[in-house]
């Protein structure tokens, strides 16, 4: 039986507005919640980046758009963003951490919007990741991208583990729906 659900699908499709709707329904359930995702940042009409939210609503960079007098280093660049790998882990790793590697009595649903290129030049997330994946007393839901060029080494493994389900997600006339992958 699946102990993890995560969700893909190609960018835009709505994994994370689900996501978000999840997370309302768990929470209004009661259920012990805790994690992050991840959310566009516009200025006037144009995507700049990405933002890092955690479910406490504490919010960092995730990405902005680079430039070419950009000091930041080039190795965290995906297309044209420059990832804050500082930001990112600053916010995200503590939330991670805080997992119950021990007894089922903290059973806790963790949310990790999104495992893509952007979060994996994160050595220490790939870890906590890991950790959470086998932790007794952790379920996550979490996002993952389409498999597209290069394969992503924890996303392939993500989708390997028997103990995880993964839905493909759709977009028809402004529904959600998911079908099995």
Excluded: W
């Excluded at 699946?2 to 699908?9: D, E, I, N, R, S």
């Excluded at 507005?17 to 999840?22: G, H, P, R, S, Y």
């Excluded at 890092?52 to 963003?81: F, I, K, M, N």
């Amino acid at each position: 039986m699946a102990k993890h659900v995560f969700l893909t699908g190609p960018p835009g499709i709505g994994k994370t507005t689900l996501i978000q709707k999840a997370t309302e329904a768990l929470k209004s359930s009661g259920v012990p919640i805790d994690g992050f995702y991840t959310e566009e940042v516009r200025e006037g009409g144009r995507r700049i980046g990405f933002d890092v939210v955690t479910l406490s609503g504490r919010r960092g960079t995730l990405s902005r758009l680079g430039s070419d007098s950009s000091t930041a280093r080039r190795e965290y660049c995906v297309g044209q963003y420059l990832v804050d790998l500082v930001s990112f882990e600053h916010l995200v790793l503590p939330v991670l951490r805080n997992v119950d590697l021990g007894s089922d009595t903290g059973k806790k649903v963790h949310v990790i919007d999104e495992v893509g290129k952007m979060e994996l030049f994160s050595q220490s997330f790939i870890q906590v990741v890991r950790q959470t994946l086998t932790a007794s007393g952790t379920t996550i839901l979490g996002t993952i991208p389409i498999p597209k060029g290069k394969p992503l080494g924890l996303v392939e493994e993500i989708r390997s583990r028997k103990d995880v389900k993964v839905f493909n997600t759709t977009r028809i006339h402004s529904r959600f729906q998911c079908g099995k992958t």
